[in-house]
């Protein structure tokens, strides 16, 4: 395996790691995978950068979930890249079913180190506010 | 063909898609597509088979003036491509009125033709901006 093959293996298990920490509410798990300048951003809304203020976002979307689950439809990474297409689905009310089954890509950019310092989100924020989703929006 | 040969030959015919984008041509976007082309715009229906997604294809082309499709990716892994986009509209002849960040996913079968498009981007932006209906009515 070559060193730009090792690199795109691990910078996949990362994004899987991070993804995961989304599955367990697990902010500090999540921004371990991190770099501190992080940009996180949901087309087309504002970017959010720096780990104190994408901690900051992540802590507010947990705290309404009940549950989550991202069912991973694609996972595969090119030079420094990983694209990922999933089905993110919540429970914000604890009833054990979906109210949520958001579709969306996810493009993660990492760095030499395999820290993810840019994210961002595709889909439509109509579905997310209409089935649940808080504010996405500093 | 060894597996990277066929995700090049993917990527390539992904290519060739979105310059039919940009040259307004649907006969030559559609030439890239499989008879039982999937077509998703998440989260609405999907639109399945030549026919009826060269129904949408052609009335977007026929409603814009000009488009480019800006890559900022395009990579592939076994029978999948990914294009993340800045799609530019310009729908009345006076400038971009519409600049959509966007994630296309593709899935190409053992000919090297598209059989499912999933694009990913926020529907009202698009709506709002001058996009036309992406549904058969």
């Not at chain 2, 009125?97 to 990913?120: H, N, Q, S, T, V």
Request: glycine share 8%.
């Amino acid at each position: 395996m070559s060193d730009l093959q090792w690199k795109i293996a691990r910078n996949e298990d990362v994004v899987r790691a991070f993804l995961k920490g989304w599955d367990e509410r697990d902010v500090e798990a999540c921004m371990a995978l991190c770099t501190d300048d992080m940009c996180y951003l949901n087309q087309p809304l504002a970017a959010i950068r720096g780990k104190a203020k994408v901690r900051q976002m992540i802590a507010s979307i947990f705290a309404p979930a009940k549950k989550v689950e991202f069912k991973l439809v694609n996972v595969f990474g090119s030079g420094n890249k990983v694209i990922t297409e999933r089905v993110d689905q919540w429970d914000w009310n604890g009833s054990g079913t979906w109210q949520m089954a958001l579709k969306v890509c996810g493009m993660f950019e990492l760095t030499d180190a395999g820290k993810i310092y840019e994210w961002r989100e595709y889909y439509d924020n109509e579905y997310w506010r209409t089935h649940g989703g808080p504010s996405l929006e500093m | 063909m060894t597996r990277d040969q066929i995700v090049e030959r993917n990527v390539f015919k992904v290519r060739l898609f979105i310059d039919a984008w940009e040259a307004l041509d649907p006969d030559v976007a559609m030439a890239c597509l499989s008879e039982d082309i999937v077509y998703i715009n998440q989260p609405l229906a999907p639109v399945v088979g030549q026919r009826d997604v060269r129904q949408i294809v052609a009335g977007i082309m026929k409603l814009t003036h000009k488009v480019r499709w800006e890559l900022r990716s395009c990579f592939g892994r076994g029978n999948s491509v990914v294009t993340e986009r800045l799609d530019c509209w310009d729908f009345d002849g006076k400038g971009w009125g519409l600049k959509l960040p966007c994630i296309g996913m593709f899935d190409l079968d053992e000919a090297g033709k598209i059989c499912g498009w999933r694009d990913y981007f926020d529907n009202r932006m698009w709506f709002d901006h001058g996009g036309s209906t992406l549904h058969l009515d």
